[in-house]
C-alpha cells in the first residue's frame, strides 16, 4: 500500500478534524485562497480545495460563505503563510506550517514551544530537506474498480493509489495538484477531501516515555490558531 499509506496510519499528531478550532483555520485558508484567485471557485482551484475541506469538516454553508465574502473586502488581514522548522528532543525533526496576520507574534510563540519542550528552533532549509510534498485527494470508494481508475489517472500525475477504510486516497507529486483535480472533475468524482502533506523520507522510533516527550512539543504547536499543520520524522 506504500510508504504514505504507512505513515498515515501510524504518525501521533493529529489531523484536522480532530484539531481544536478547525473552523479558524479553514477560513484562513479560504481567505488566503480568495486574496490569492478571488472568489469564484469555479476560477480558483486552492479556493475549490478550501471549500471541499470546510465541507468534509462539517463546516455549515452560510460559513464558508460569510468567509469568501469577508475575504473580498478590503478589512480582511492578510495572512501570511511562513514555515518553521527545528527538532523536538531524540533528534525528531519538526516542520510547522502557519499562517499570520502578525509574524512577530508568530515567532515568538513557536520559539517559546520549542524552547519549553527541550526542543530547538531551527533556520529555513534545516529540516525541509527531510520530507517529500505531497498532494492527496481522498474520495468514495463507491463502486469504483481500482485498477481502472488508477489506469484512467495515470495520464493526470498520480503515483498511488489505494483503499482506506471506506473511501479511495489519491497521492501524486505536490505540482501534480491541479492536474489530478482536473483528471477527477472530467470523470465526474466528487471530492471529499484534498490537500497537501509532508511525508518523512525516514522516521525514527522512540520509546514510549521519549515519544511522550515529543508529543508535548507536538500538542503545544497544533493548538496554536496561527499554527495549520505539523509534520514530524518519529515513527
Same mark, same amino acid.
Given at each position: 500500500?506504500?510508504?504514505?499509506? @504507512? %505513515?498515515?496510519?501510524?504518525?501521533? %499528531?493529529?489531523?484536522?478534524?480532530?484539531?481544536?478550532? *478547525?473552523? $479558524?483555520?479553514?477560513?484562513?485558508?479560504?481567505?488566503?485562497?480568495?486574496k490569492?484567485?478571488?472568489?469564484?471557485?469555479?476560477? &480558483?482551484?486552492?479556493? +475549490?480545495?478550501a /471549500?471541499?475541506?470546510?465541507?468534509?469538516?462539517?463546516?455549515?454553508?452560510?460559513?464558508?460563505?460569510?468567509?469568501?465574502?469577508?475575504?473580498?473586502?478590503?478589512?480582511?488581514?492578510?495572512?501570511?503563510?511562513?514555515?518553521?522548522e527545528?527538532?523536538?528532543?531524540?533528534?525528531?525533526?519538526?516542520?510547522?506550517? $502557519?499562517?499570520?496576520?502578525?509574524?512577530?507574534?508568530?515567532?515568538?510563540?513557536? +520559539?517559546? =514551544?520549542?524552547?519549553?519542550?527541550?526542543?530547538?528552533?531551527? *533556520?529555513?532549509?534545516?529540516?525541509?530537506?527531510?520530507?517529500?510534498?505531497?498532494?492527496?485527494?481522498? #474520495?468514495?470508494?463507491?463502486?469504483?474498480?481500482?485498477?481502472?481508475? @488508477?489506469?484512467?489517472? #495515470?495520464?493526470?500525475?498520480?503515483?498511488?493509489?489505494?483503499?482506506?477504510?471506506?473511501? #479511495?486516497?489519491?497521492?501524486?507529486?505536490?505540482?501534480?495538484?491541479?492536474?489530478?483535480? +482536473?483528471?477527477?472533475?472530467?470523470?465526474n468524482?466528487?471530492?471529499?477531501?484534498?490537500? =497537501?502533506?509532508? /511525508?518523512?523520507? &525516514? *522516521?525514527t522510533?522512540?520509546?514510549?516515555?521519549?515519544?511522550?516527550?515529543?508529543?508535548?512539543?507536538?500538542?503545544?504547536?497544533?493548538e496554536?490558531?496561527?499554527?495549520?499543520?505539523?509534520?514530524? *520524522?518519529?515513527?
Amino acid at each position: 500500500m506504500g510508504r504514505a499509506f @504507512e %505513515f498515515r496510519k501510524a504518525r501521533k %499528531f493529529k489531523r484536522w478534524a480532530a484539531m481544536s478550532k *478547525t473552523f $479558524t483555520r479553514i477560513g484562513k485558508e479560504i481567505a488566503i485562497a480568495v486574496k490569492e484567485g478571488g472568489p469564484e471557485p469555479e476560477n &480558483n482551484t486552492r479556493l +475549490r480545495n478550501a /471549500i471541499q475541506n470546510a465541507k468534509a469538516a462539517n463546516m455549515p454553508k452560510d460559513n464558508v460563505e460569510r468567509a469568501i465574502k469577508r475575504a473580498s473586502s478590503k478589512d480582511q488581514a492578510d495572512y501570511k503563510e511562513v514555515n518553521f522548522e527545528g527538532y523536538a528532543p531524540h533528534g525528531i525533526a519538526i516542520l510547522v506550517e $502557519t499562517a499570520t496576520d502578525n509574524n512577530t507574534r508568530t515567532v515568538a510563540n513557536v +520559539r517559546s =514551544y520549542f524552547n519549553k519542550c527541550n526542543g530547538s528552533l531551527g *533556520t529555513s532549509g534545516s529540516v525541509e530537506f527531510l520530507f517529500e510534498r505531497k498532494c492527496h485527494f481522498k #474520495i468514495e470508494k463507491g463502486n469504483h474498480d481500482i485498477e481502472e481508475l @488508477e489506469l484512467e489517472m #495515470i495520464d493526470y500525475g498520480i503515483e498511488e493509489l489505494f483503499e482506506e477504510d471506506d473511501h #479511495i486516497m489519491i497521492y501524486g507529486e505536490f505540482s501534480e495538484f491541479g492536474n489530478i483535480q +482536473r483528471g477527477l472533475e472530467q470523470l465526474n468524482i466528487e471530492v471529499i477531501e484534498s490537500g =497537501y502533506e509532508r /511525508i518523512p523520507l &525516514n *522516521t525514527t522510533a522512540l520509546s514510549e516515555e521519549q515519544q511522550a516527550d515529543v508529543d508535548k512539543l507536538l500538542e503545544r504547536l497544533e493548538e496554536d490558531d496561527d499554527v495549520m499543520n505539523v509534520y514530524h *520524522t518519529m515513527a
